[in-house]
């Protein structure tokens, strides 16, 4: 695969270029759907339902949970150290898993594909702290997934032990090949990441750009037609836990930004 990599410490402002249509949080009482208009309008959640089994849910204006809520809403206590109004992916270590996976998750998942092989570009970016880490220090807080069951993470961006990491898989069903984009990211500290994929007849190329703590770094993977060809891809956010143990741990991720385009 080829790879371009730059990292350097500009300063965050000028990363954090606000696009069009951008969701921020205003107010702790307001369900995540009400501060962050985007979520009903092109996510659906992959959460627990009351039985606490995985279930994947229209997201409503209203639609609020133990796993899914904003910080400082209602009898929830209040973060000081994150934005009030945030979103909240709360994923216990060890709960039920989605169809071909072993790990619990509460995550969104984009309603809008896109195929390798067809012209687009496609953006998602947003603001993102690791609240609370699970017993084996590792969260995927966004992707790029396929439909096609089975070894279809083309993209994953975890932070891992206080490092950014992206794992990628450049032909669908490949083993994962890791690449720490940042390091010495604590909890609670923000990351700001953008996932830019492009399309061309040919094949696609996706640039991955994360900062944290004044210092930044950006990758570019490609991957030729014929490596995700007719499979459908979309985007991911939020808490994908990878503990898979009911060890008493738990994950939670906050947003306090979240931005997708299409074109």
């Known amino acids: 695969m080829k790879r371009k990599t730059v990292s350097y410490g500009l300063p965050v402002s000028l990363f954090l270029a606000a696009l069009s249509g951008s969701a921020w949080a205003e107010s702790g009482q307001n369900a995540p759907g009400e501060n962050y208009p985007v979520l009903t309008k092109d996510y659906l959640l992959q959460s627990f339902d009351g039985s606490e089994k995985p279930n ?16 400082c809403s209602g009898d929830k206590s209040c973060d000081s150290a994150i934005p009030a109004g945030a979103m909240v992916f709360k994923a216990p270590s060890g709960f039920g898993s989605t169809p071909h996976s072993e790990f ?19 953006e998602q970016r947003g603001s993102v702290y690791i609240v609370k880490n699970p017993s084996t220090r ?12 089975g070894g279809s ?5 975890r932070w891992e032990d206080g490092a950014i990491v992206a794992g990628v898989k450049e032909h669908y069903g ?15 500290e923000k990351i700001d990441y953008s996932i830019k994929a492009k399309g061309t007849e040919s094949g696609m190329k996706v640039t991955v750009e994360a900062s944290a703590g004044g210092k930044k770094a950006s990758q570019t993977f490609d991957y ?3 490596s995700w060809e007719g499979i ?12 898979k143990n009911k060890d008493g741990s738990e994950a939670v991720v906050a947003y306090s930004k979240l931005d997708v385009r299409y074109k």
């Open 56 to 71: 994947e849910v229209t997201i409503t204006s209203g639609l609020h949970n133990r796993y899914f809520y904003s910080n």
């Open 104 to 122: 619990p998750r509460v995550e969104l998942r984009a309603t809008h594909n896109f195929v390798n092989g067809s012209e687009f570009d496609n």
């Open 138 to 149: 590792s969260i995927i807080f966004a992707q790029i997934h396929g439909d096609k069951p």
């Open 153 to 157: 993470e083309m993209l994953k961006l």
């Open 174 to 188: 490949d083993p994962e090949k890791r690449t720490t984009l940042l390091s010495g990211v604590g909890l609670k």
């Open 224 to 226: 030729p037609k014929q």
């Open 232 to 243: 459908q891809l979309y985007f991911k956010a939020g808490n994908y836990n990878q503990d």
